[in-house]
């Protein structure tokens, strides 16, 4: 029996998440009255949050005045997202955003005049003081709310009700969060943020020629694919990665073995023309490929910045 409702549910959830793709989601049930989180609280990935049964899960905390919030995760850092609460700002300052080179991913209406944006900023995670200093800069900038600047503040999904008391209509329904826009990329100026942090931070000067490095990824010709496969084969071989795992996850898999590609030398360019060439079955369920290779190539530069493997003998073939 088809269910308009979760229907309109389901295509509001995926185009929120086809435009800040990420590997993890947080997502978090905070009843609105009571302000407590709903038990159970966890790491979904797309594809896990977009299943019917999980989404019907949802609807039906919300109808019991459960609020819906997300955020991309990435354990300690901020994922290079960051959100702009811009209640009462109103359209004028996504204008201005884009008009500044700051276009940002998603534009949520939270309920009618009220919105939130989320803007990708970094390829490579960000350290919390970083992030929450962006935030803070486009707070200040475009009217924002300075209170949810926080690095790790969740925004709201869109296709669920907004159950802030003040939200409600003269009817006294709660709004449907909705998307205004959608859109995956990274900003234009995503770089000039980075390099107004405070030169004190970690990594802000690191982090920002990161934003900048717009790299393209080669596809590999024929003549190349069998050595890349073959590169990529060599490497599950060695790191053992088969062996240990016989239903390895691959996008931890990709990482592991671009951070070893990465240590021997290779471009980041070149390694990724490798997993795109290697990784089995890619793109498998990518919606956006390059990013995600552009995504797992600065996950594994930034582990190898804080915990470097010991270094080995021999070197990694070249394409």
Request: glycine share 6%; proline share 9%; hydrophobic share 40%.
């Amino acid at each position: 029996m088809f269910d308009r409702g979760l229907n309109l549910t389901l295509r509001a959830v995926q185009r929120q998440l086809s435009a800040m793709p990420h590997d993890v989601y947080l997502v978090r049930l905070i009843h609105q009255q009571t302000r407590r989180a709903f038990p159970g609280e966890r790491l979904w990935t797309a594809s896990q949050l977009l299943h019917p049964a999980t989404l019907r899960f949802m609807r039906l905390r919300n109808r019991e005045g459960c609020d819906v919030y997300i955020q991309p995760y990435a354990e300690r850092h901020n994922p290079g997202y960051i959100l702009v609460d811009l209640d009462g700002s109103g359209p004028e300052a996504v204008e201005a955003m884009r008009a500044d080179g700051l276009a940002p991913s998603v534009v949520l209406q939270t309920s009618p005049g009220n919105l939130q944006v989320w803007m990708h900023v970094s390829t490579t995670p960000l350290e919390p003081a970083v992030a929450t200093s962006i935030g803070k800069q486009l707070a200040q900038r475009y009217g924002g709310d300075l209170a949810s600047t926080d690095w790790r503040h969740l925004g709201r999904l869109a296709g669920f009700t907004n159950h802030k008391p003040q939200r409600r209509n003269q009817r006294g329904h709660a709004p449907w969060v909705k998307i205004l826009h959608a859109q995956p990329g990274l900003a234009a100026q995503a770089a000039a943020l980075l390099l107004a942090v405070p030169a004190d931070l970690p990594n802000a000067a690191t982090l920002a020629a990161a934003a900048g490095a717009q790299w393209p990824i080669p596809n590999t010709d024929t003549a190349t694919q069998p050595a890349a496969r073959s590169i990529y084969a060599d490497w599950l071989q060695r790191l053992r990665i088969l062996q240990r795992f016989p239903q390895p996850d691959w996008s931890i898999a990709d990482k592991w073995i671009a951070k070893e590609l990465l240590r021997h030398g290779m471009s980041p360019p070149q390694a990724a023309a490798i997993l795109r060439a290697g990784s089995p079955g890619f793109p498998r369920r990518h919606s956006h490929p390059d990013d995600y290779l552009r995504r797992t190539l600065a996950r594994a530069f930034l582990e190898l910045q804080t915990t470097p493997f010991p270094r080995r003998h021999g070197s990694v073939p070249t394409l």
